[in-house]
């Protein structure tokens, strides 16, 4: 492949657990056009085979830039040795950015105010808005509300065929509308994301990615 994932590559990988996370170091022993062949994770020299479904996020070294990707675990192979990962959608550049933003419509749920006040700690003003581009970390909102860089939010959405997210996020940026128009973006960072979530976000990324893929858009 053109970002250099090929038979030989070291893959550092990494899975949710009920304790947090694990890390492994692998290397890719084959790909072709629909999976990549690993050899099986090992952990004090014992193998630690993964459950078919399991969300697995990638890092390794290419031309001396790291690259990652997110995927699931596809398969074994009848010996055992080989764990088969499905072939990612995308695959980028660490260096280029913090996470990889994908374009999105998602109308929340729900989202609010963070107002902290010394009589009501937790007042929660609601505000309209859609999140237009989302990643791991964070996410841009589109709304016509006034708001300010360093005001928290609490953000309630369905991510399709993922499930729902309950996350707080704080504004690190405004852009005011442009003449004529009247919405505003708000780009917000997400704050003390419980790993379940952060899994469901990449999850959902990875499959819309699928789709805008098969459909010729990405």
């Known amino acids: 492949m053109a970002q250099g994932l090929l038979p030989g590559t070291a893959l550092r990988i990494e899975v949710s657990t009920r304790d947090g996370a694990e ?3 692998t290397r890719i022993e084959d790909v072709d056009g629909e999976r990549i062949a690993i050899l099986v994770p090992m952990r004090g020299l014992r193998p630690r085979p993964l459950a078919v479904g399991t ?4 890092v390794y070294i290419y ?3 790291r690259w990652r990707f997110v ?3 596809a ?3 009848p010996d055992g040795s080989l764990e088969y990962l499905a072939l ?3 695959i980028d550049c660490h260096e280029r950015r913090r996470n990889y933003r994908l374009q999105v419509a998602i109308k929340p749920k729900s989202i609010y105010r963070l107002v902290i006040d010394a009589d009501e700690p937790h007042t929660q003003q609601p505000i309209d808005g859609t999140i237009i581009d ?3 970390s964070g996410c841009c909102i589109a709304s016509k509300a006034f708001a300010l860089a360093g005001e928290r939010l609490g953000i309630e959405a ?3 065929e993922a499930g729902d997210i309950a996350v707080r996020a704080r504004i690190v940026a405004v852009r005011e509308p442009e003449p004529g128009y009247r919405t505003r973006r708000l780009h917000c960072e997400f704050l003390e994301m419980p790993r379940g979530q952060r899994d469901l976000i990449a999850r959902y990324l990875m499959r819309r990615q699928l789709e805008l893929r098969r459909r010729g858009q990405l």
């Open 23 to 25: 890390t492994y170091a």
């Open 55 to 58: 969300l697995v996020r990638s």
């Open 63 to 65: 031309r001396q830039k």
């Open 71 to 73: 995927t699931e675990v």
């Open 75 to 77: 398969g074994h192979s």
């Open 88 to 90: 990612p959608p995308f």
């Open 134 to 136: 989302l990643s791991e």
């Open 158 to 160: 369905h991510l399709p």
